[in-house]
């Protein structure tokens, strides 16, 4: 019923920038929270960013000054600037958002299928 599809991954050099976006799409009512997270190889996944559709947000630690995150409420889509790109971002991020599907009054966490961000010289 709900698709999520991230687009904006790649290969970085130390120091670069990424903009990485998810569109959710389907029978969607309302998206309250959109967030990204990421697991790196041998690592559990974890929270990158998150936001509210009131536009109040929280960081990771590790992220914290070096990546922000938006969204654009009437498109359903959220999007996430990486600055200043450390070789310990690389990951797989993946989009997440709890929606409430049209009709109904209860929400439902789902999960795109990840965009790799490879940070390498």
């Known amino acids: 019923q709900v698709q999520l599809v991230e687009s904006g991954g790649g290969l970085v050099q130390p120091g670069g920038s990424l903009r990485l976006s998810c569109a959710a799409s389907g029978s969607i009512l309302n998206t309250n929270a959109m967030g990204w997270y990421r697991q790196a190889p041998g690592k559990e996944r974890e929270l990158v960013a998150r936001i509210f559709t009131g536009g109040s947000t929280n960081y990771a630690d590790p992220v914290k000054g070096r990546f922000t995150i938006s969204r654009d409420n009437a498109k359903n889509t959220v999007y996430l600037q990486l600055n200043s790109l450390r070789p310990e971002d690389t990951a797989v991020y993946y989009c997440?958002?709890?929606?409430?599907?049209?009709?109904?009054?209860?929400?439902?966490?789902?999960w795109g299928k990840g965009t790799l961000v490879t940070v390498s010289s």
């Open positions: 997440n958002a709890y929606v409430i599907i049209r009709g109904t009054t209860t929400g439902t966490t789902y």
